[in-house]
């Protein structure tokens, strides 16, 4: 079955505290990204990888970082997490280089919660 | 003015009837337009993809898009009440290299029996 698979999917964690959220997916993708998503904000994205060893910044990078030694994982790591990061946070990928030519394909979400 | 611009609803149709969800975009340049449907606290599903202007059709969904004026809109026939989520439009602006996605904040649609 064709997934991204996140994890954990639930955190609570304290300030200042160093994390990593996982990222695997078995479809062979490229492209993959982090959004995270507020209220009235909606999905946000915070960094993509169009392939292996190639990383940039999405819309909103601050405090965060990732990194792709493999084509299927894509971790995202707050080093230093801060109650603003607070959030839903989704995992998602695509194939080819973009998201234009399929849209995006998402992880089942991890919700973290900063105190 | 946001980029992607969506009613927040909620929209209450009931059942059997027409659902209708619009989506305005501000980036003339944009070439591709999604619909998504999440479920609350699930992930975003695609549903529906255009390129062109006009309707695309899909079992009970249609999206039209009409890029002179900037709009993208998603019907839903026969609204049943699985269809009850919020529903995400995303356009690829070409603004930003043309290859990642902006959403709008969504609508939220509820089908009543």
């Known amino acids: 079955e064709a997934q991204v698979t996140q994890n954990p999917r639930y955190l609570i964690t304290v300030t200042g505290k160093k994390l990593t959220v996982t990222c695997s997916q078995n479809?062979?993708?490229?492209?993959m990204s982090w959004y995270r998503q507020d209220p009235g904000l909606g999905l946000r994205q915070i960094y993509y990888?169009?392939?292996?060893?190639?990383?940039d910044k999405g819309d909103v990078p601050e405090g965060y970082k990732v990194s792709r030694k493999e084509k299927r994982n894509f971790p995202l790591i707050l080093e230093s997490p801060s109650p603003n990061q607070t959030s839903l946070y989704f995992c998602?990928?695509?194939?080819?280089?973009?998201?234009?030519?399929?849209?995006?394909?998402f992880g089942q979400g991890t919700r973290l919660t900063v105190v | 003015q946001k980029e992607v611009e969506q009613n927040s609803g909620p929209l209450s149709v009931p059942e059997g009837a027409i659902a209708s969800l619009n989506c305005t975009y501000s980036?003339?340049?944009?070439?591709?337009f999604f619909w998504y449907r999440q479920y609350s606290g699930k992930s975003p599903e695609l549903i529906m993809s255009?390129?062109?202007?006009g309707d695309k059709e899909d079992g009970r969904f249609t999206a039209q898009l009409n890029k002179a004026s900037q709009y993208v809109s998603l019907l839903i026939r026969d609204s049943q009440p699985s269809d009850s989520a919020t529903y995400l439009c995303?356009?690829?602006?070409?603004?930003?290299?043309?290859?990642?996605?902006?959403f709008g904040t969504g609508t939220q649609l509820k089908v009543e029996l």
């Open positions: 998602a990928s695509s194939a080819g280089t973009g998201e234009a030519r399929s849209g995006a394909f």
């Open positions: 479809m062979n993708h490229e492209y």
């Open positions: 990888s169009m392939n292996v060893e190639v990383t």
């Open positions: 980036d003339r340049g944009s070439q591709s």
């Open positions: 255009i390129y062109s202007n």
């Open positions: 995303a356009v690829i602006p070409l603004a930003g290299g043309g290859n990642k996605l902006t």
